[in-house]
Nanobody, 127 residues
C-alpha cells in the first residue's frame, strides 16, 4: 500500500517543542514536494510549510516563520517538521501531503497536493 504516516504529535506546554515526522510507505519521497498542513476545530485547513523536491526550496506560513523548520531525510524516506516556541494557537491536527509537482505559488493550497495525504497527528499546546 502507498501512503503517508505522520507521527510525533502530543501535548506540550507553551514555549515547548515537538518534531513531527512524515514517513512514506510504498513509494520514494525523493521525487515529491511535501507539504505540512494543519486544521483546528471549526477552521479551514491551512498550509504550514512545504519542501519541494526539484530544488529543495522551503516555504513557511508567516505565522510559523522563525519557529518551525521543515527538512527531509531521503535516506529515511521521511520529512520532518521541527516546531519550536509553540503557542496555544498552534493547536491543531497536522497533516502531511505529497505531490510530484507543486509550484511555489501554490504551496499552501491543499488542492495542490493530489497524490497522497496522511491521516494526521494531533498537536495540543496548553499549560
Amino acid at each position: 500500500q502507498l501512503h503517508l504516516v505522520e507521527s510525533g504529535g502530543g501535548l506540550v506546554q507553551p514555549g515547548g517543542s515537538l518534531r513531527l515526522s512524515c514517513a512514506a510507505s510504498g513509494f520514494t519521497l525523493d521525487y515529491y514536494a511535501i507539504g505540512w498542513f494543519r486544521q483546528a476545530p471549526g477552521k479551514e485547513r491551512e498550509g504550514v510549510s512545504c519542501v519541494r523536491s526539484s530544488d529543495g526550496s522551503t516555504y513557511y506560513a508567516d505565522s510559523v516563520k522563525g519557529r518551525f523548520t521543515i527538512s527531509r531525510d531521503n535516506a529515511k524516506n521521511t520529512v520532518y517538521l521541527q516546531m519550536n516556541s509553540l503557542k496555544p494557537e498552534d493547536t491543531a491536527v497536522y497533516y502531511c501531503a505529497a505531490d510530484r509537482l507543486v509550484y511555489g505559488s501554490n504551496w499552501s493550497k491543499p488542492k495542490a497536493y493530489s497524490d497522497y495525504w496522511g491521516q494526521g497527528t494531533q498537536v495540543t499546546v496548553s499549560s
